[in-house]
């Protein structure tokens, strides 16, 4: 397993870190207005947030959504991102707004659309009262459309699956049909919240072991494929505890759009860990952590010079705050960060480009 090294006259140094779940188009969402009604469960929360969210999004909000959380992946130390991308007026094209914006920055991503059938052709949204969609719509169409014209463009992609519960048979089937065709792997959410425990019934047949399933909080049987865990998110949405420790599965720790500062999230993943189980030792949070480098293992020819001189340490990043990143050099040698500022772009200039999208989509709302 790679580990990180010490020995920089700064302080430690790692390889980048790779954050195993994102959602890029999110990271214009803080400060957003309240929504129409309080959210009382995580159906509401997607109800009145992120599907409202994510309808909301033309390309040019994308592509400034997507350099701020790369500008922040990167001021992290993170140097990889495996993203999934939602907006159903804004998907052809979308995948490469995306890896444009992160390789304007510097960081590395695997993109996916994640398809879906909750806006039915008609215009209406799916009530979701547990039964899934009757058919494949229109917009699962494109979504497929657009996973597989990224990847045969070269594109490092998966297809995406936004979750079963808002997918018809017909769209998970086709979904896991292009990926064998494409030799890919399937970024999914599973088993989120109670209201998709199905999901894991509807999908044994499909899953296979290049998949990447997201959340699994409520998963009721073992499915092939890693499990991306977002300990933070899971709190936010009060989905419950996932208890990846319990699992079979290769485990990678994600955020699920809520920024890229994996050391934080490892912290959170300890914390979640040790309180359901007192015996629990930062290390197991550490491999998780550490396993995103299966997931992109060109993150671990980078190098991130910290300002602390324990990161190679579980014990002390536990209970250390404060860490960040000094320096990133990727593995060709470039420096990327430089006394924790990007070289390839403006940040200050990124910050208030974000700021006017950020403007132009809360009006939207």
């Not at 302080?11 to 195993?20: E, I, Q, R």
């Not at 040019?60 to 495996?82: D, N, P, R, Y």
């Not at 010079?305 to 040698?333: C, E, K, M, Q």
Request: overall charge negative; proline content about 6%; hydrophobic content about 40%.
């Amino acid at each position: 397993m790679l580990t990180p090294t010490s020995g920089s006259p700064n302080g430690s140094t790692t390889p980048g870190l790779v954050c195993g779940h994102h959602h890029l188009y999110s990271a214009l969402a803080r400060g957003m207005p309240a929504p129409p009604r309080q959210p009382v469960d995580l159906t509401s929360i997607l109800h009145q947030i992120w599907w409202r969210l994510d309808a909301a999004l033309d390309l040019e909000m994308l592509h400034w959504s997507a350099m701020l959380g790369a500008l922040e992946a990167l001021q992290s130390g993170t140097t990889a991102i495996i993203d999934h991308h939602e907006g159903p007026n804004a998907i052809e094209g979308s995948l490469h707004v995306i890896a444009d914006a992160c390789a304007e920055v510097g960081v590395r991503v695997k993109c996916a659309y994640g398809v879906t059938d909750r806006w039915q052709d008609s215009g209406e949204l799916w009530p979701h009262d547990g039964t899934p969609p009757p058919a494949m719509t229109d917009a699962a169409r494109r979504g497929l459309d657009e996973c597989a014209r990224f990847i045969r463009a070269g594109g490092n992609g998966m297809v995406g699956i936004h979750a079963a519960f808002t997918c018809s048979d017909e769209t998970l089937e086709a979904a896991a049909g292009l990926a064998r065709d494409l030799g890919v792997g399937v970024h999914v959410h599973v088993a989120e919240g109670a209201i998709d425990t199905p999901a894991a019934a509807r999908l044994e047949a499909l899953a296979a072991e290049n998949w990447l399933l997201v959340h699994c909080v409520h998963l009721d049987r073992e499915l092939p494929g890693a499990i991306a865990h977002n300990p933070r998110s899971n709190m936010n949405n009060a989905v419950g505890y996932a208890r990846p420790a319990t699992r079979p599965n290769v485990t990678v720790l994600g955020t699920d759009g809520i920024g890229a500062d994996m050391l934080e999230e490892f912290r959170l993943a300890y914390v979640a860990h040790r309180a359901d189980d007192v015996t629990a030792s930062p290390d197991t949070a550490w491999s998780w952590l550490t396993n995103g480098w299966t997931m992109m293992p060109e993150a671990a020819a980078d190098t991130v010079t910290w300002n602390y001189d324990h990161v190679d340490s579980p014990w002390h990043i536990a209970f250390t705050p404060g860490i960040r990143a000094l320096d990133v050099t990727s593995g060709s040698g470039e420096v990327l960060l430089r006394d924790g500022q990007p070289t390839r772009v403006d940040a200050v200039e990124v910050r208030a480009k974000a700021a006017e999208q950020a403007q132009r989509l809360f009006a939207r709302l």
